[in-house]
């Protein structure tokens, strides 16, 4: 099998790709944290923020399986579910329905995959903060070349994609 190297995922996966110091650790904690100063538009830009709701934020996957690739990512840093309230569950599942429509509408995706990882023997790359993907699917995409080929194949820059599923969100 031929191999195309990703090696920045590890600077990702590490945090060192981290702005916020106030948990470094944690790339998720970086995108669920509120803005501390500054303009609140700008570091969402950076940050690839779709939305902020009361107890999860839906950003673009920095690294996408496809176009619109988006994950959501509840404000509290838990690995498992049931350390989040009832109240972040919920609004977790909503969020998914949200950005099923606003995918639909944005790039006109035929299917989702929609799911979690938890724990190291999932395949989780970041286990310690519980996050939920959606994937919008399309007839004929590169369906998920990156686990038979380690290639990914997307056809859209990811502030394309921001813009029209902000557009699209509401």
Avoid at 28 to 49: S, T, Y
Avoid at 61 to 78: C, D, R
Avoid at 101 to 111: C, E, T, V
């Amino acid at each position: 099998m031929e191999r195309i190297w990703a090696g920045w995922r590890g600077a990702y996966l590490s945090g060192e790709l981290s702005k916020n110091k106030l948990e470094p650790e944690c790339v998720l904690c970086e995108i669920a944290a509120p803005a501390q100063v500054g303009d609140v538009d700008c570091i969402d830009d950076e940050l690839l923020v779709v939305f902020r709701a009361k107890t999860a934020v839906v950003a673009l996957n920095l690294y996408p399986y496809t176009s619109g690739h988006l994950l959501i990512v509840p404000k509290t840093h838990a690995a498992e579910l049931d350390l989040l309230t009832a109240e972040s569950r919920s609004e977790l599942l909503e969020l998914a329905n949200t950005a099923v429509k606003a995918l639909r509408a944005s790039h006109g995706a035929s299917g989702f995959n929609i799911g979690m990882n938890l724990g190291s023997a999932s395949g989780a790359a970041i286990v310690d903060h519980v996050h939920l993907h959606v994937v919008p699917r399309f007839i004929g995409d590169a369906n998920f070349m990156t686990a038979t080929a380690d290639v990914r194949v997307i056809p859209e820059a990811l502030g394309d994609t921001l813009t029209k599923i902000r557009e699209a969100w509401s």
